[in-house]
């Protein structure tokens, strides 16, 4: 480890990862502590612990070694010692700015959404949900992975449930049972895993990621296929791809403002994430035969996403309509099982995190106002709230995806990527990116061009405290669509580590254009200028042979 971590980790004597687990949920019982007759000290107390949570990730990412491919801060300790379970967590590149990104989401959810009864409550179940995000993304044990996995489902079904609008309840349970549905196929296919690869290894049982994933031998190629899919429906229910994504657009239609935020902004993502880390890693044979079909749901979900959301009338059920479309981008990136593709969904995951939460941030803020999301009754809000529609139009255009914004980075990097791999799909997938302009600048245009009619004259304009609110995401919106560069070198060699991974285990080959960038373009061109050169020099002694 370097001195660097070292010293971080050093200065309070506990492990970094850990207590980044643990802070959260010690919070959420510090909350439920505080007395119900003072709402404002248990807001005040939750926040407190989120914004500490948040400095501990902003610490990772500064231990962070960039050039180090593996699983770094490593942190292990013998839980279940008969069944080789262990509190095993790390982070790599991959998985190192999910955790920041949901470090920094949850506070600004907390602060840009509060809720409008029983503070106490809504803010221990925050606090429960951020430990249990940040548990699934460093989890390198199959159990405690699927137990962090697991965790999160109770406290956002309570805040969907208990904090959401009119058809909270049926949201809610949707939510939870198609979730829990598929997290019975990953269960059963998390066990048979362990068992067959400790029968097939003549070792000892073991619930280890690395050490399974590692000992790929242990388990046969149709056999591997068929857990790959137990797990594959998993993460596809959570992610969602297409077509068992229907429980999306209620749950985020019903959920509180902040639940929306970290439902697009971070749940989402424990699909995508649970594709890369327990997918490709843990059966790379299996993630390259079944790539052709979940890059085709992929493209699908751009589609069917693009056109649901261009009908919507509702402004949140657009938003999240947009969301299967981008969750289809990083399905196409992930299966294209190249480089520039992985680097891209790694980046999209994190973009989409933080423009799709901004956006509902905005969408929360305009029903506080109006009390209506119907996007008829919004009418020349630019007029009444400059300043809010100039938010909302930058934020709107990184999700479309326009040069110089976060979104465009990882949008054309899947698209490089897929379009070496999966020509056609990325062809048509790209149509994904013009059909996001028509459904989010329409709703612009109904919702804030226009005269202000008597119901939306009066709109108020973005207070102070909701600016605070946007101005991280707006400043990492522009940052990352600027200059990617840092985020990109410490995903890079992870990512090139996966794909090498992947090719061990598997007959995939990726192009070397897509794994050595100039150098391969060079090495193709001269190959090419050399092939050409032996076939005009065969031509001319054919031709002297003739004569």
């Known amino acids: 480890m370097s001195a660097r971590a070292l010293a971080i980790e050093g200065a309070s004597g506990v492990p970094l990862l850990t207590a980044a687990v643990a802070l959260p949920a010690i919070g959420a019982v510090a909350t439920a502590l505080v007395s119900r007759r003072r709402p404002e000290s248990s807001r005040l107390v939750a926040t407190l612990f989120s914004v500490a949570t948040g400095a501990l990730t902003v610490a990772v990412l500064v231990a962070f070694k960039t050039d180090d491919a593996g699983f770094q801060m490593t942190e292990k300790y013998t839980w279940i010692r008969d069944l080789d379970i262990s509190w095993y967590l790390g982070v790599d590149g991959i998985s190192l700015f999910l ?18 009864h029983d503070d106490k409550s809504f803010h221990v179940w925050l606090l429960l949900l951020e430990a249990g995000c940040i548990g699934v993304f460093l989890a390198l044990d199959l159990f405690l992975f699927f137990l962090m996995f697991e965790i999160v489902l109770v406290p956002m079904y309570f805040l969907i449930s208990g904090w959401g609008y009119a058809n909270r309840r049926y949201a809610a349970l949707k939510f939870f049972l198609y979730t829990m549905l598929g997290s019975a196929f990953m269960l059963v296919g998390l066990v048979a895993t362990a068992v067959l690869h400790a029968s097939g290894s003549d070792g000892d049982l073991t619930f280890n990621l690395v050490t399974i994933a590692n000992d790929q031998g242990a388990i046969a190629a149709v056999t591997a296929r068929w857990l790959f899919l137990a797990f594959a429906i998993a993460f596809a ?9 229907t429980w999306l657009p209620d749950a985020h239609t019903e959920a509180p403002t902040a639940g929306s935020v970290i439902l697009a902004g971070v749940m989402l993502k424990l699909g995508t994430y649970g594709f890369l880390r327990f997918g490709l890693y843990l059966f790379p044979e299996a993630s390259a035969y079944f790539a052709p079909l979940l890059v085709t749901l992929g493209v699908i979900g751009i589609l069917y996403g693009a056109v649901c959301a261009t009908m919507q009338k509702d402004l949140k059920r657009l938003v999240a309509y947009s969301s299967v479309a981008h969750l289809g981008f990083i399905a196409l990136g992930t299966f294209s099982l190249t480089t520039q593709g992985l680097q891209g969904s790694v980046l999209q995951m994190v973009n989409h995190g933080i423009s799709t939460g901004a956006l509902f941030l905005l969408v929360g803020m305009i029903y506080e106002r109006r009390h209506t999301r119907e996007i008829a009754q919004l009418r020349g809000l630019q007029k009444a709230a400059p300043v809010m529609a100039g938010v909302f139009t930058l934020v709107m255009l990184s999700s479309i995806g326009v040069p110089g914004l976060n979104g465009f980075v990882g949008e054309f990097m899947i698209l490089l990527g897929s379009f070496l791999t999966r020509r056609w799909w990325a062809v048509v997938g790209a149509t994904g990116v013009i059909l996001a302009a028509v459904y989010l600048l329409w709703a612009y245009q109904r919702v804030f061009h226009g005269e202000p009619d008597a119901d939306n004259a009066d709109f108020a304009e973005m207070r102070l405290r909701e600016g605070l609110v946007m101005a991280p995401l707006v400043a990492l919106i522009v940052f990352l669509g600027v200059y990617p560069k840092p985020v990109l070198d410490r995903i890079e060699p992870s990512v090139k580590a996966l794909v090498a991974h992947v090719e061990r285990g598997s007959d995939h080959r990726e192009p070397p254009v897509a794994g050595d960038g100039k150098q391969a373009r060079t090495d193709t061109y001269t190959e090419g200028e050399t092939v050409r050169e032996e076939r005009r020099a065969e031509a001319e002694a054919e031709a002297e042979g003739g004569d």
């Open 99 to 116: 955790v920041v990104m949901t470090g920094v989401l949850f506070p600004l959810a907390m602060l840009g959404a509060p809720p409008h």
């Open 237 to 245: 229910v959570k992610m969602p791809l297409f077509p068992l994504h």
